[in-house]
């Protein structure tokens, strides 16, 4: 794990943002279970999932109480496990780090986004949770009141497959996925960092390409939005240049089957392309991220089906 934090007692009030779609932590308990919540990006006070960690698992929408079981086949919980948790599209699906989930989870209804999570400290007063996390924490004031990460996003050079502690998590394939960059043919070329191979990979030409020399994006400033084709709102972000003029390349996501890939934005040829299994993929309806800096313009217009979620 990138910047690890390990969570007390006292941690039992604080959010940690998430709006990657994905979050990885260990647990361990000496109860049966563990449980962790997913809320609303628009309103803190709105959960919308509650997940059981144990044997089984659950998971409950809390909109509609609609709660379904999974075995997880984790006997021993009193051991550090480590999971990772996904959700896109109102699927969310939990698996142990570099294994296929073992929870599918599928909400029937449209949801708000999800923008936080929070973690219970305990099962029972008799029974303490430890959890390490790696999400930079989002402290809360009192009810009405936020406060939001300052830190702006940026490139950080990876050093001895270290991750640098505020990598930005860019997707799952089931683990979690970074952007990245790396210099490719005259370009300055976003892709995914994927740590299990301790290499980046770049869309470029028609194939995935693997570099050895790479930066991560780090910071916790910046959003997704949906969007299609060259429609870019003004705050995204700025990942790479193109080698046609020095055109400005974005970073952009989409789900490939069941995994969440980043690439990047090409607006001269109006798609995104997305490194994945040795092939540049390219899609015309993805995810872009963006900055909150100033105000989002509505990228789409709005008779079209395509939403921001």
Known sequence: ??????????????????????????????????????????DFNLGLYKITIGEPTKVMSLLD????????????????HEFCVTWYSN??????????????????????????????????????????IEISPVLLKPIGEKLFPSEKLRWVRMIDGVLPPDAMIG???????????????????????VPSTRRAFVPWGHMEHPKENFEILCGFNANWMK????????????????????????????????KLVPGKVHVHYKLCYLPFYGQEIEVDIYEILVTPDQESEYPIPRHSPIYMF
């Open 1 to 42: 794990m990138c910047d690890s934090k390990v969570l007390t007692k006292d941690d039992r009030q604080t959010m940690y943002r998430a709006t990657s779609g994905c979050v990885r932590f260990k647990m361990r308990t000496t109860g049966t279970y563990a449980e962790i919540k997913l809320i609303s990006y628009q």
């Open 227 to 258: 969007t299609r084709a060259d429609h870019i709102p003004r705050n995204s972000f700025v990942g790479g240049f193109s080698e046609i003029n020095n055109e400005p390349l974005y970073i952009g996501r989409a789900m490939l089957g069941c």
């Open 171 to 193: 997707g799952f394939e089931p683990e979690p996925t970074y952007i990245a960059r790396a210099e490719h043919n005259n370009s300055i070329c976003p892709g995914k960092y």
């Open 91 to 132: 699927k969310l699906t939990i698996s142990l780090l570099g294994q296929e989930p073992y929870v599918k989870f599928n909400d029937v209804y449209n949801r708000p986004v999800v923008g936080y999570i929070s973690y219970r400290t305990q099962s029972t007063p008799e029974h303490p949770v430890d959890w390490i």
């Open 65 to 80: 109480n609609n709660e379904q079981s999974f075995p997880s086949g984790i006997e021993n919980l009193a051991e550090y």
